[in-house]
């Protein structure tokens, strides 16, 4: 893989590394099997002064891969049903970890129509839950190191055309506490 994402690109604030991954490309190998495109949304999630992390009481056992090394794979189980890919952030000992929203499909479609057991492209990935279904991400995707492409997920700079998007700010979205912070970044031209 080329231009995958070095792990000084993770080990920064957590908002700047989700204001900076939009745009970039997501791909997950599964033997010879190539699915992935390019991130739309993300939301940060800091460490104990965040109600909505799962870092905000201290260190727990789900926790505590939040406070380890940047650049790994923070896989979870999300209402009984469904997983979900962050990234860990910042450096170690300081909790922070950015979730993965949404992509633009571009590789393997038809792979992921199948594991999502829909035809509408534009539908695929548009929450991080059918994200991570689509792109066969699952808890033993958790602790993966994404710079050095383990479990064959990788994260890198995808160049095509000028990349100039229009990154926005809003509220993160989905959650019961924290919700006020601005701290959700998307492309709104989904037509990336």
Known sequence: MKNILPGKFYGRDTSEVARNLPGKA?????GPEMVGGIILETEAYFGEDDPASHAYGGK????EIMFGKSGIAYVYMCYGMY????????????????????????????IMKKRRNV???????????KLTIALGIDIKDNGADIVKGEKG???????????????TRTNRIGIKKGEDRLLRFLILDREV
Do not use: Q
């Open 119 to 129: 035809n509408l492209e534009g539908r695929l990935t548009d929450g991080p839950g």
């Open 60 to 63: 727990t056992p789900r926790s």
């Open 83 to 110: 997983y979900l890919l962050n990234v860990v952030t910042e450096n170690e000992g300081k909790p922070g970890a950015v979730l993965i929203r949404a992509l633009k499909p571009l590789w393997g479609i038809d």
């Open 153 to 167: 997920l990788y994260i890198f700079d995808y160049k095509k055309g000028n990349n100039n998007y229009k990154i």
């Open 26 to 30: 997501l791909v997950k190998f599964r």
